[in-house]
């Protein structure tokens, strides 16, 4: 029998991990949401006691395997993300669910200015399109994110 403490968390990471970096060109591919890092919040957000800063650490070694860049880029900035949103999870459960989202939206700018920055090491181009444009649709994601992963899980 499957444990299913770690096979449904496992199976959203893989499905989000797909999401990820199936293959999206033109102007679209800057409103593509940051799938990953909000599966990565959600876990750190709900299930605080087993998931921490390693785990996220963990989450942005597998995308940086997967994207073929810099390695250790995801890594760094999902794992800082993650620091941050450990600091400040206690006050988040008091928030609601539109709270939240605007929360994720500057979370996932911060993580979109680190990795824009870590970029800009071996190449001069970047474009506030990509920073705000992936933070914009993972705000507006978050919520029936949550709500959708806390039907299927029960909390």
């Known amino acids: 029998m499957l444990n299913s403490n770690y096979f449904y968390p496992s199976l959203s990471f893989l499905a989000a991990l797909l999401l990820q970096i199936i293959p999206i060109n033109g102007s679209i591919a800057y409103w593509r949401p940051q799938f990953l890092l909000l599966l990565v919040f959600y876990w750190l957000f709900y299930g605080r006691s087993k998931y921490g800063v390693g785990f996220a650490w963990m989450i942005g070694i597998i995308l940086d395997m997967f994207a073929g860049e810099m390695f250790g880029r995801y890594a760094i900035t999902f794992s800082l993300c993650a620091y941050f949103l450990i600091l400040l999870s206690k006050r988040l459960h008091h928030f609601g669910i539109f709270h939240q989202a605007v929360l994720i939206f500057f979370m996932v700018l911060l993580n979109q200015l680190l990795v824009t920055s870590i ?37």
């Open 119 to 155: 970029s800009l090491l071996y190449r001069a181009d970047w474009s506030v399109a990509l920073l705000m444009g992936s933070s914009l649709t993972s705000a507006l994601i978050w919520p029936l994110l949550a709500l959708v992963m806390n039907k299927i899980f029960s909390r």
